[in-house]
């Protein structure tokens, strides 16, 4: 499946698109050839795999008992009270027109939201209505709290699922030998010719999805999620390779990722429910069953094995923390951090977080505009949301500038199936409201974004120290050769190259600008929208480091005019969206 990054991706606007050559009714109809031969393959040729209903499929994500009974009303608000559920999600073909807060309108689709109980009668449900309709579903491995599908509410990891894209026939025997090899204890210490078992596999119509299912949900508390989140993107590196796929970019998803559902439609039946496809090509899933007759389930241990773990943890220390929650006791946590326990426990004050300077926004903005890359295009509009996050930045600008962006990111497409609309970059700057966005580390946005970061270069000295010295080297130079170094730093924001244009122009509109100074419309707009009364005394932004992206090891917390550097330990386990409605159902 290839959706962009997001479930958003790949669903196609209103309008007929241009056909790029290779992809034409012939690729397509070799797709579905493919698509049958691949089912017929698992089905006949390997005996370890069986086709699995839809429902047995999600019985063995959400075992019975889990998920909450239908018509439960138990506070689970409350510590100790009431059932996660599943969510499930449905793009259907009728569409909304739009406004955004610039004033632009486009058409988007709308989406249905449906809660999946513990008796699990919402898969048939979506199965049924979707095939009837022709529209996709998606659902992800995770349960959550209520009805909303934030991450804030996210309660339980139920597997690690991998979207493998590019898979051919011969890719599908080369991956299928290789399971084979990694439950041989002979084989499965040669890492090369080994993959580790998944529990299922989807066939999702142009690739499939790996599920590994875990042994053991795992509770979705903050101080977890990134090195889950963090796993799942080496596990993809490990399982993405030349032998398994034809595609070169590696596709990352996070854990929230949700996914195609089994027995509902791909993107081989057509468009609309208006297609003249007579057969339907639903996404297939197939088990792979244990030594006891039941689906095979992983174990952290098991798929550490083959990953690994970065950022200095052993094996065991990884399993600990998960055991744990990353939870630390709160004596022993007073002996770590005194400064913390003194600032958060004692006097009762609020975490913080740092701000930056504009300036790393609109060197992203550039970077995103010059390097971004067909497969990458939603990670990069994502980042771009974190840091208008991180530096202070208003949603609306933010908007604008994405929306700017689309007819760039689109002239990328390589891919029928893969066209990146405005609906693409609104559903990817919509991060911008999730409360941990700014978390994202410098490896997950390279990794997602193919964008290499420059680090900093401080030949191994702490920031503050580097700073001090490079700051004193300043001043002496300035005050032997009479300079200073901030003059003519740094190059001209884009705000005074439009009120310069515009001031020495005064005839001419917001195309004309943009034209001739290469940039977007919006970006005219936005600048000249406020122009202040003396534009040539404003303060242009100095240049200024790009520092650590994120440290997950320390906040800030103001004090009597002082910073003080506290590690993030989060009393709050499962933060809880209000934004809930009582409804089955949303659109």
Not at 95 to 118: A, C, N, Q, S, Y
Not at 142 to 151: E, L, M, P, T
Not at 475 to 488: A, C, I, K, L, S
Request: proline share 6%; charged share 30%; aromatic share 10%.
């Amino acid at each position: 499946m290839a959706l962009g990054g997001g479930w958003y991706g790949g669903w196609c606007s209103v309008a007929d698109r241009k056909k790029k050559p290779g992809h034409d009714d012939a690729w397509w109809a070799a797709q579905r050839h493919a698509y049958i031969e691949k089912n017929d393959i698992l089905l006949s040729d390997y005996p370890s795999w069986e086709w699995v209903s839809p429902y047995d499929f999600w019985r063995t994500i959400f075992p019975e008992g889990f998920l909450q009974p239908r018509g439960e009303e138990v506070p689970w608000r409350e510590k100790g009270g009431g059932h996660p559920n599943g969510i499930a999600i449905q793009i259907t073909n009728r569409t909304k027109t739009v406004k955004t807060k610039t004033g632009i309108e486009h058409d988007v689709p709308v989406v249905e939201r449906f809660t999946l109980t513990d008796d699990l009668d919402g898969v048939e449900e979506r199965v049924v209505d979707s095939n009837r309709k022709n529209e996709s579903v998606f659902c992800a491995p995770v349960s959550y709290f209520g009805k909303s599908r934030v991450a804030a509410n996210a309660r339980f990891l139920h597997a690690f699922a991998i979207d493998l894209d590019g898979v051919g026939v011969q890719e599908l025997k080369n991956m299928l030998k290789q399971f084979r090899n990694g439950r041989d204890p002979k084989l499965a210490a040669d890492k090369w010719v080994s993959l580790p078992q998944p529990t299922f596999l989807v066939n999702s119509g142009t690739g499939f999805h790996l599920y590994y299912v875990l042994d053991q949900p795992i509770p979705l508390v903050p101080r977890v999620v990134p090195f889950l989140q963090e796993f799942k993107a080496m596990l993809t590196d490990y399982i993405w390779r030349d032998t398994v796929s034809t595609l070169e970019d590696v596709q990352h998803q996070g854990i929230y990722q949700p996914f195609r559902m089994p027995g509902t439609p791909t993107k081989l039946n057509g468009k609309t429910e208006r297609s003249k496809i007579k057969d339907k090509y639903e996404a297939v899933a197939f088990v792979h069953n244990g030594e006891d007759g039941k689906p095979w389930l992983c174990s952290m241990d098991y798929l550490l094995g083959y990953a690994g773990v970065r950022g200095g943890k052993d094996r065991a220390e990884f399993i600990e923390l998960m055991r744990t929650a990353g939870r630390t006791p709160i004596e022993r946590a007073k002996k770590l951090w005194p400064e913390w326990y003194q600032a958060r426990i004692v006097e009762g004050k609020a975490p913080g977080r740092w701000t930056c300077k504009r300036d790393l926004y609109d060197w992203w903005l550039g970077e995103v505009e010059t390097k971004a890359t067909d497969h990458h295009r939603y990670w990069c509009l994502n980042v771009l949301a974190a840091y208008a996050k991180k530096c202070g930045i208003p949603y609306e600008e933010l908007e604008a500038d994405a929306l700017a962006l689309v007819p760039t990111l689109e002239d990328l497409t390589e891919r029928e199936d893969n066209h990146f609309t405005e609906d693409d970059a609104l559903a990817a700057i919509a991060s911008y409201y999730d409360p941990i966005i700014h978390k994202l580390t410098r490896d997950r946005i390279e990794r997602r974004t193919a964008i290499e970061l420059p680090k900093n270069k401080r030949n191994g000295r702490k920031q503050d120290v580097h700073l001090a010295g490079a700051r004193a080297v300043q001043e002496v130079n300035d005050r032997f050769n009479g300079t200073n170094w901030r003059e003519g730093n740094g190059r001209k924001p884009k705000a005074d190259l439009v009120r310069e244009y515009a001031a020495a122009h005064p005839d001419a509109n917001h195309s004309e600008i943009a034209r001739a100074l290469g940039i977007s419309r919006p970006t005219v707009i936005k600048w000249l929208r406020d122009v202040p009364k003396d534009a040539a005394e404003s303060e242009k932004p100095k240049p200024d480091d790009l520092y650590e992206l994120y440290n997950p090891a320390m906040v800030e917390v103001k004090s009597s005019g002082t910073a003080v550097k506290l590690p993030d330990v989060s009393r709050e386990t499962f933060p809880i969206d209000d934004r809930l409605n009582n409804g089955h159902n949303e659109a």
